[in-house]
């Protein structure tokens, strides 16, 4: 019922900017915290940024005054601003959304929570 699509991913050169955009679809009833992972090869997946429904944010260490995180909820999208990026960002990125969605006809709707992954996007900081 639900849908995360990523966008923006691609090849850079050392201190350049790529924005990622990952837009939510569906039968989607509100939308709490969304954020962005990456997973580089051959290391765990890790948290990069975070942002609740009413705008606060949260950065890992490495990221912190590089990237911006940010939603636009009328288009259920959220944003990555990824400025003097480094070969070390070099990641899969994923987005994800704890949301609830409904089902069933109108009058009658069950909403269930779940937390959604988008597909995920190639990042790549040339070294």
């Known amino acids: 019922q639900v849908q995360l699509v990523e966008s923006g991913g691609g090849l850079v050169q050392p201190g350049g900017s790529l924005r990622l955009s990952c837009a939510a679809s569906g039968r989607i009833f509100r939308i709490n915290a969304m954020g962005w992972y990456r997973q580089a090869p051959g290391k765990e997946r890790e948290l990069v940024a975070g942002i609740t429904s009413a705008s606060s944010t949260n950065y890992a260490d490495s990221v912190k005054g590089r990237f911006t995180i940010s939603r636009d909820n009328a288009k259920n999208t959220v944003y990555l601003q990824m400025n003097s990026l480094k070969p070390e960002d070099t990641a899969v990125y994923y987005c994800?959304?704890?949301?609830?969605?409904?089902?069933?006809?109108?009058?009658?709707?069950?909403?269930?929570?779940?937390?959604?992954w988008g597909q995920g996007t190639q990042v790549t900081v040339l070294s």
């Open positions: 994800n959304a704890d949301l609830q969605y409904y089902t069933g006809n109108t009058g009658s709707y069950v909403y269930t929570a779940r937390v959604y």
